[in-house]
């Protein structure tokens, strides 16, 4: 910057500022120099602010990605009484293996589903004392399972049969621990101590560890014995003439001794990253290069009793660690920082920690206690073929910013993301947003400045979502109950932000111009709302200029208010599903649900209209009704579609609605229900959207529809159903100019809709619900039975509303694939009749 603009450089940099203020912001008076060094300071404050947010934003998102978790409660199965488990592997078939100290092995599915049991030590009788298994390790490559004992011997078993092969036995010390691996044809090591020893073929070296401060770790290069026949004795000639076959062990050629306090328990290596873990006794894991034992590249603090196993996972660039009262952590290696925590509270694992194992394939940690349990890592679902994603997880809500030409998109797991209406390039994005609650709802302020944002945590949030900023907090005093939607209302001179949900109440905060408080209360909830409101979780909002209200519930009640008078203008009542015939095939029936209102601003409240509608519903059961408000209210007319989401144009004379299978549909409107109808509204198009449950429907300028769903992308459209592209595609485009738009190609959808578009030449149509039943949703993975905070979906399912504590979760409000209506039957549209100009109509 030139100094004599930046209001330094003395008494000529201070002309040469008052003269460019008065050239370019029409500053007539004279300013002193000590206001343009105040200036200046103010600028240069903003500015530091400004690069502090937005580096705070980058860290926040590299953060992110470097997320890892694990998936609590944990999968648990109780084992029966008995011996601990010694050891748990995984042969190369997939399944797992574990060994208890009598001796039986157990065979479980990576779910883990006991497959079969053997028990391979003979039992005790008065003259043998019982044997007690060590531990095991498979040999996958000759279809062998070896078995230590405290009776120093090894025994080998047939892999597939448990049936005996032979042993080594009056070996030198107890085979605790034993290790084996493949070392060519025909050719393998097999290694066993009295503690923990491992081979590790890329070296090639032993290393082993010991409670020994001094001798904690050892890394030897050995000449391993190949005489094994010699050593091996058939189990009948062992029991009959009990010869000692000792195993010769040649000399050491060169040892590197790691010295820890307390002593080694478990440890690792990893030679991608060139880099051997230790874990004891201190309760520290300590980074080391295998090359220098003196001293370790890193220290990693954080458990409190001590670590009994570890593993490093090169491909995630993680460190897995689990002490002795049954914590486990996730570590980033790069980072040397702790990503996860679970306790056993969490997980619900129970009693003494015998045995644990981490698996790459499953990606989750067995460990063995009172029970075996399974802590699966939460994994993102992945997109089918080369679907573009918008977000990680599923977006929840997205809007439009005139202002700045910005679209905000918002997701299940927190995320807030800025980009570029123009381009579809991504401006900006910050998370933990609602903490690690998902973000159902979001509104712009009058001005389209400010972003406010809903979640389940039962908070409101204000933002400046250009640089991530929380402005202000809404919430109640207390336990907040789930959001479910909210709007921003400008009123005479006062603006108000309003919020609904599972409270059953209308919670207004005004939105002063000064405010000093970061945490703001709502008003005291109107009268006329406590005596007379709803009676149940109130779903969705809408508002009519000047002061009009209208709210839904989840068990079908829609009230219309006014908000100068806090009086119930009026109120409706969708009907409930007749109760099933006995010889009906369904056996259950729902309630219905009002998912969406919008008012038809150009007819509410308009004397001359008293009876036509202005104001629309959709419901769960399928149904778009109409109704009019005024004159105490009236019902007009109602059709069937499996709407869900609605939007209007800025005229109310076409009307966009999304239903579950994320396709959208354009009906002509403009005289539509004036009166009772008995036939539905002229449909002039439809087209396939998402592959998903569409989340948000929003209108742009009368030109383009904007579309943000559960399959985790957000899409812009032109009116007429031209697909523009995905926000995050690689390629931009330019908003007015077409020929860079993506249409006529189409997102990735699923073979479906290729055949839903070629309907009309088929001689058996193709309806809807055969889409909704379809397979493209991004594959779930969940391998545990408990509640789950994690990146994929919750199980779709009817959202209990009473008792209250039977609620399950977000989803049960935006999926209704258990409720009881059909579909119609859709042909392919006739693209002649897409909207046309408004001036043509």
């Not at 440890?267 to 034992?293: A, I, S, Y």
């Not at 907090?473 to 209302?489: A, E, R, T, W």
């Not at 006329?528 to 009519?544: V, Y």
């Not at 509303?801 to 609620?807: A, D, E, H, L, V």
Request: charged share 25%; net charge neutral; glycine share 6%.
């Amino acid at each position: 910057m030139d100094r004599d603009h930046s209001g330094g450089g003395g008494e000529d940099g201070g002309e040469n500022l008052r003269q460019h203020l008065r050239t370019h912001t029409s500053i007539e008076k004279m300013v002193s120099i000590d206001d343009l060094k105040q200036i200046k300071l103010a600028y240069d404050h903003e500015f530091c602010t400004y690069v502090y947010l937005q580096y705070e934003a980058k860290e926040e998102t590299l953060r992110r990605s470097k997320t890892a978790a694990f998936v609590l409660p944990a999968k648990v199965k109780f084992l029966k009484r008995g011996k601990p488990v010694k050891r748990i592997h995984l042969p190369s078939n997939g399944n797992v293996v574990t060994l208890r100290e009598d001796g039986t092995v157990h065979f479980w599915t990576p779910e883990l589903n006991l497959m079969s049991k053997k028990k391979v030590l003979p039992e005790r009788t008065v003259i043998r004392k019982p044997k007690w298994a060590t531990d095991f390790v498979p040999m996958p490559d000759y279809d062998k399972l070896i078995i230590g004992t405290a009776s120093r011997e090894i025994q080998f078993y047939e892999l597939s049969s448990l049936e005996p092969c032979c042993q080594l036995n009056e070996l030198e010390t107890v085979p605790s621990n034993l290790d084996y691996c493949s070392t060519g044809s025909d050719e393998c090591i097999i290694v066993y101590g009295d503690t923990q020893v491992k081979y590790f073929q890329s070296i090639p070296a032993i290393v082993s560890s010991s409670a020994h401060e001094d001798s904690a770790l050892v890394i030897g290069l050995f000449h391993p014995s190949t005489y094994m026949q010699e050593q091996m004795i058939e189990l009948p000639k062992v029991s009959e003439k009990r010869k000692s076959t000792k195993v010769p062990q040649k000399a050491t050629r060169e040892q590197t001794i790691f010295t820890v306090p307390k002593g080694v328990m478990t440890f690792d290596f990893c030679e991608k990253q060139n880099l051997l873990v230790t874990g004891g006794m201190d309760t520290l894991l300590r980074m080391w290069n295998r090359h220098v034992p003196k001293r370790p590249r890193g220290i990693l603090k954080g458990h409190k009793a001590p670590v009994s196993y570890l593993c490093i996972s090169s491909e995630e660039g993680h460190i897995y660690s689990v002490s002795k009262d049954k914590t486990a952590k996730i570590w980033h290696i790069k980072d040397e920082t702790c990503l996860f925590t679970a306790n056993p509270d969490a997980s619900n694992i129970r009693g003494e920690l015998s045995a644990c194992l981490y698996s790459s394939a499953v990606k989750g940690l067995y460990i063995a206690a009172d029970s075996l349990a399974l802590l699966s890592l939460q994994t993102k679902p992945q997109p089918k073929g080369n679907q573009i994603l918008s977000h990680e997880e599923p977006v929840l809500c997205c809007g439009y910013s005139e202002e700045f030409k910005q679209v905000v998109s918002c997701s299940q797991g927190s995320v807030v993301k800025v980009w570029d209406v123009e381009t579809g390039a991504q401006i900006f994005e910050f998370g933990g947003a609602h903490g690690k609650s998902a973000i159902t709802c979001m509104a712009f302020d009058s001005s389209g400045r400010r972003l406010v944002t809903g979640g389940i945590d039962g908070c409101l949030k204000m933002w400046n979502f250009n640089n991530g900023q929380c402005v202000k907090i809404l919430k109640k005093d207390g336990k907040c109950d789930q959001i479910c939607d909210c709007l921003y209302l400008k009123l005479h001179r006062k603006a108000f932000v309003i919020s609904v949900g599972w409270d059953r109440r209308i919670d207004v905060y005004e939105d002063f111009k000064e405010e000093t408080q970061m945490t703001q209360r709502p008003k005291p909830s109107w009268q006329d709302d406590e005596r007379n409101g709803h009676r149940d979780d109130i779903l969705c909002i809408a508002q009519c200029p000047p002061h009009h209200l209208a709210t839904g519930s989840y068990d079908g009640e829609i009230i219309v208010w006014n908000v100068v008078s806090e009086r119930i203008l009026c109120r409706f009542q969708i009907a409930q599903p007749t109760p099933p015939q006995p010889s009906s095939s369904f056996s259950v029936v729902h309630s219905t649900s009002v998912l969406c209102l919008k008012f038809l601003k150009t007819r509410a409240f308009v004397p001359e209209l008293s009876s036509a509608a202005c104001l629309l519903t959709s419901d769960s059961t399928g149904y778009l009704h109409f109704w009019s408000v005024l004159n105490g209210g009236n019902f007009v007319t109602s059709f069937q579609a499996a709407i869900k989401k609605l939007a209007l144009t800025s005229d109310d004379s076409v009307l966009f609605a999304s239903d579950f299978a994320g396709f959208i549909y354009a009906f002509n409107i403009k005289q539509y229900a004036l009166k009772p109808e008995k036939n539905p509204p002229e449909k002039v198009n439809i087209w396939r959207a998402h592959t998903n449950n569409i989340s948000s429907l929003k209108i742009i300028d009368d030109r383009y529809v904007l579309t943000s769903s559960w399959d985790f992308s957000v899409r812009l459209w032109s009116i007429h159903g031209e697909f523009i592209g995905t926000f995050g595609q690689n390629e931009k485009w330019s908003i007015d100019t077409p020929s860079s738009w993506k249409h006529p190609s189409q997102p990735t959808l699923e073979q479906e809709t290729k055949s839903f578009l070629k309907s009309d030449e088929a001689t058996n149509e193709k309806s809807e619900s055969d889409v909704l039943n379809n397979d493209s949703d991004p594959p779930m993975t969940n391998l545990e039975d408990g509640p789950s905070s994690s990146w994929w979906l919750p199980e779709p399912g009817k959202r209990q509303c009473r008792p209250k504590f039977n609620r399950r979760g977000l989803r049960d409000y935006l999926t209704f694939e258990d409720f009881n209506f059909t579909l119609p039957t859709i042909k392919k549209p006739d693209l002649s009749k897409v909207l046309s100009n408004k001036a043509d109509d």
